[in-house]
């Protein structure tokens, strides 16, 4: 797959709290199939970088481009970039009176007009593709985070995203958990979902990403190859992190 162009890009994205510079000028450009990771200690902006690209988080400056075009801070044109932009929360987000195929089914029959024998098809694919086929009858509630996080990533993916968003998905989940859920995400990845993750997990950013954005304090500072990165070719700063979250 070429990857000369990219599918999406910030570019001088900056964002303000009142006071608070939350985001000062970061720029990054992902390529179609590419997998990037941010990384970084908390509060150094990874999160509202990540919602500024689907525009959750409108920029205060800069621009957010989207297969080449500009893409404009109104309603409208919110709502298009996200039929096309999957985003996965820390929470699972799920509707607690739906089970999980009905999760699933609401946003393709809802948004694209398919017929509930149509959406509950794509359902049901998606739940085996996260591994969880036969909890298509279970309610949220029944779940354990693990699979609800998987439900949640199969209702992203009912819309045909061309990106996924990760937003530290597996911050709320107990560690027995976190695996089944990177490794539904790994394996999107090795098939050429383009991904842009929010993770504290060196795993797998080790295993999946194609390159490592590394942030603090609202700036990017350095990026490189995930091979690069976790071989040792990093500034202090970023040596000093990893120092301190592999050991």
Do not use: W
Not at 135 to 155: F, H, M, N, T
């Amino acid at each position: 797959m070429t990857r000369d162009k990219p599918l999406i890009e910030a570019v001088g994205v900056e964002k303000r709290f009142g006071g608070y510079t939350a985001l000062k000028g970061c720029s990054m450009a992902v390529a179609p199939g590419e997998t990037v990771v941010l990384i970084g200690p908390s509060g150094s902006g990874k999160s509202t970088f990540l919602r500024c690209i689907n525009l959750l988080e409108p920029p205060d400056s800069g621009s957010i481009l989207f297969k080449g075009k500009e893409v404009g801070r109104d309603f409208a044109s919110a709502v298009r970039l996200r039929r096309e932009i999957g985003m996965v929360f820390q929470n699972f987000e799920l509707f607690q009176h739906l089970d999980a195929a009905e999760n699933i089914m609401l946003a393709p029959m809802k948004v694209l007009g398919l017929s509930r024998h149509d959406a509950h098809d794509i359902a049901l694919g998606l739940l085996a593709k996260v591994r969880i086929r036969d909890k298509a009858d279970s309610y949220p509630d029944e779940l354990s985070g693990g699979q609800q996080q998987r439900v949640a990533i199969a209702r992203a993916l009912a819309m045909k995203p061309a990106v996924m968003l990760y937003d530290e998905p597996t911050s709320a989940l107990d560690p027995e958990m976190i695996r089944e859920v990177l490794d539904v995400m790994a394996d999107l990845s090795a098939e050429g979902m383009t991904s842009v993750v929010v993770t504290h997990e060196m795993g797998f950013a080790k295993r999946a990403a194609d390159r490592i954005v590394f942030m603090e304090a609202g700036e990017i500072v350095e990026t490189r190859a995930s091979a690069d990165f976790f071989g040792g070719a990093v500034g202090a700063r970023a040596r000093q992190f990893l120092d301190q979250i592999l050991h």
